[in-house]
């Protein structure tokens, strides 16, 4: 009677062995795939790649911020949107905050972002950042041009009137000047900023991390993760078994 229980009870572990190893196979195929991509992650430029897909992005709750303002500057845009402001659709690097005016002053750009202002090329290049500490005025509300082509800004605390190499702000009385405030955006450029901005929201690796850690569905993902590594488990001591069971 012995031998027959043990055929038994190796053809029914057996049975069992296959079954965990078919409904195991996809979760350790995704993890397999997702650690190695990770481990070369950034020689791959997976940090600087970003999903695009519409539904991954509402899954992840990458909304979009208020309003999209901007200032035209003939043919061009400077404008903001969450923070991140853009000359026309490109996002210009390391500049972020509520952009308060720009205006085109000889062949500079002067673009008033929080309380600093930034110099572009007419290309929209970054040419200098001008803070407090070069006398930029704090609480910076809008940029101007007056007759004589010299830099107006207006701030909490009233006007100011840049020299000609912007290194010196002198408080002055308000005067007439043409004013470069933010105004709602065009609405194809207002959807294109949309489509970058979404699209810079979730990037490939942070996607790996949370499909290898199961975290893309939350704490059941977590859950099913610990399951299949159990499984896992299960399937090594029920092969060694059968292994030595064959012996």
Same mark, same amino acid.
């Given at each position: 009677?012995? =031998?027959?229980?043990?055929?038994?009870?190796?053809?029914?572990?057996?049975?069992?062995?296959? /079954?965990?190893?078919?409904?195991?196979?996809?979760?350790?195929?995704?993890?397999?795939?997702?650690?190695?991509?990770?481990?070369?992650?950034?020689?791959?430029?997976?940090?600087?790649?970003?999903?695009?897909?519409?539904?991954?992005?509402? %899954?992840?709750?990458?909304?979009?911020?208020?309003?999209?303002?901007?200032?035209?500057?003939?043919?061009? %845009?400077?404008?903001?949107?969450?923070?991140?402001?853009?000359?026309?659709?490109?996002?210009? =690097?390391?500049?972020?905050?509520?952009?308060?005016?720009?205006?085109?002053?000889?062949?500079?750009?002067?673009?008033?972002?929080?309380?600093?202002? %930034?110099?572009?090329?007419?290309?929209?290049?970054?040419?200098?950042?001008?803070?407090?500490?070069?006398?930029?005025?704090?609480?910076? /509300?809008?940029?101007?041009?007056?007759?004589?082509?010299?830099?107006?800004?207006?701030?909490?605390?009233?006007?100011?009137?840049?020299?000609?190499?912007?290194?010196?702000?002198?408080?002055?009385?308000?005067?007439?000047?043409?004013?470069?405030?933010?105004?709602?955006?065009?609405?194809?450029?207002?959807?294109?900023?949309?489509?970058?901005?979404?699209?810079?929201?979730?990037?490939?690796?942070?996607?790996?991390?949370?499909?290898?850690?199961?975290?893309?569905?939350?704490?059941?993902?977590? %859950?099913?993760?610990?399951?299949?590594?159990?499984?896992?488990?299960?399937?090594?001591?029920?092969?060694?078994?059968?292994?030595?069971?064959?012996?």
């Amino acid at each position: 009677m012995t =031998p027959r229980r043990h055929r038994i009870t190796n053809r029914t572990l057996g049975a069992w062995h296959r /079954r965990l190893g078919l409904g195991a196979a996809v979760f350790l195929i995704l993890l397999i795939a997702s650690g190695l991509l990770l481990n070369h992650s950034h020689r791959l430029g997976l940090d600087q790649s970003y999903v695009q897909s519409s539904w991954l992005l509402d %899954w992840y709750g990458i909304q979009l911020p208020g309003e999209t303002r901007g200032v035209a500057l003939g043919v061009h %845009w400077l404008s903001e949107l969450g923070g991140r402001v853009y000359f026309n659709a490109r996002e210009l =690097p390391g500049v972020r905050g509520r952009l308060n005016g720009a205006v085109l002053r000889e062949d500079t750009i002067a673009v008033a972002v929080g309380d600093d202002v %930034w110099l572009l090329t007419p290309a929209g290049d970054i040419i200098e950042r001008l803070g407090k500490s070069h006398g930029v005025p704090d609480g910076l /509300r809008a940029l101007g041009v007056d007759r004589a082509a010299r830099l107006v800004a207006q701030t909490a605390h009233g006007f100011y009137l840049a020299d000609g190499e912007l290194s010196q702000w002198q408080r002055v009385a308000p005067r007439p000047a043409v004013w470069g405030r933010p105004v709602a955006v065009p609405a194809a450029l207002r959807t294109e900023l949309i489509r970058q901005y979404r699209g810079r929201g979730l990037s490939v690796e942070r996607l790996l991390v949370d499909l290898h850690g199961g975290r893309i569905l939350g704490a059941f993902g977590v %859950w099913l993760v610990d399951l299949t590594a159990v499984v896992c488990l299960g399937l090594a001591v029920s092969g060694l078994w059968l292994w030595s069971r064959r012996r």
